[in-house]
Every structure is written in C-alpha cells, then in structure tokens.
C-alpha cells in the first residue's frame, strides 16, 4: 500500500526556517515525482515545489525561489522541503504528493487535482 507521512512542520517566526519531510512506503520512490503543495485556510491549494524522479529538474512556485529548496533521497525513501525565511503567507498545511505519470514537473505542481497519491499533510503556522 503506497503511503506518503510528512513531518516537520510546526510554529516558527518570520525568517525562520523549517525542514519538511515526506516518507514513502510501500512503492519504490526512485520511479516517482514527487511534489510539495499547501493549503491556507480560504485558499485553494498551490504547487510549492515538484521534483522529478531522478532529482534533476525541479520547479518552484514564484512566491517561493529563493527561499525553497527541494530534494530527495532515493535510498533512504524521503523528500524534504528545506524552507527558509520563512513568511506569515507560507502559512498552510502542507502536502507531500506522488505520481507516477506526471512527469514534467511544471506540470505536477500546476495540476495538483491530476496527482494520485497524497499524504496527510502537516501544518506550518508562520508567526511572530
């Protein structure tokens, strides 16, 4: 059974940073995109950041370059979201996703309704 667990989210000041994991079970990562997406209270959800299977190529939402990195270990079954400066705005639950299909990842992060697996999420409150 394919399971997607994040962690790391918590309460943190403007300007801070926070470590997102997503832990994968039960597929092997290595064949799969994977993608970051949050949700605000109000708001629809958004693409943050997508990855592909190898790791090389990536794609962020513009309100993030700069301050968000992502990347992936293969062997040790994880994605993480390292997020730094953090902002009031990057307040949200945030999602870790998988796809096996799509893999351009302009096209994961802009059509989260098409990714097929999702994770429980995990909130990031951003304030002072």
């Known amino acids: 059974q394919l399971q997607l667990v994040e962690s790391g989210g918590g309460l943190v000041q403007p300007g801070g940073s926070l470590r997102l994991s997503c832990a994968a079970s039960?597929?092997?990562?290595?064949?799969?995109?994977i993608g970051w997406f949050r949700q605000a209270p109000g708001k629809e959800r958004e693409g943050v950041s997508c990855?592909?299977?190898?790791?090389?190529?990536?794609n962020y939402a513009d309100s993030v370059k700069g301050r968000f990195t992502i990347s992936r270990d293969n062997a040790a079954k994880t994605v993480y979201l390292q997020m730094n400066n953090l902002k009031p705005e990057d307040t949200a639950v945030y999602f870790c996703a998988a796809d096996l299909y799509l893999t351009s990842v302009q096209d994961m992060c802009l059509m989260d309704f098409m990714v097929e697996y999702w994770g429980q999420g995990t909130q990031v409150t951003v304030s002072s």
């Open positions: 990855i592909s299977a190898g790791g090389g190529s990536t």
């Open positions: 039960g597929f092997t990562l290595d064949y799969y995109p």
